[in-house]
Nanobody
């Protein structure tokens, strides 16, 4: 069973950067894609970005590309989300998820981490 653990969240000021990490264990392989989603209070969980485990293909939510970069390190079994020029509206719990399809749909992801809080102050 795939297990995912996020880290790297915290409290930052607007304009700062953060790098989130998602460490995978339990049999993840090249057939998987790993995505980042986020959920702000009172809102639905929304797609941020996804990457195939081999790193060849990525998808970003349109308005996030440019500020956010998803990458992976297969040696460390990790997927990262580099977030630059953070804004208060980026405040949310960020989740990583793994599934067999490179998709922006939540239902395509079978395994989820516990989330890491990102708070951006103005």
């Amino acid at each position: 069973q795939v297990q995912l653990v996020e880290s790297g969240g915290g409290l930052v000021q607007a304009g700062d950067s953060l790098r989130l990490s998602c460490t995978a264990s339990g049999g993840i392989d090249s057939s998987y894609a790993v995505a980042w989603f986020r959920q702000a209070p009172g809102l639905d969980r929304e797609f941020v970005a996804t990457i195939t485990w081999n790193g060849v293909n990525t998808i970003y939510k349109d308005h996030m590309k440019g500020r956010f970069t998803i990458s992976r390190d297969n040696i460390k079994n990790a997927v990262y989300l580099q977030m630059n020029s953070l804004k208060p509206e980026d405040t949310a719990v960020y989740y990583c998820a793994a599934g067999k399809a490179l998709s922006y749909y939540r239902v395509e992801y079978d395994y989820w981490g516990q989330g890491t809080q990102v708070t951006v102050s103005s």
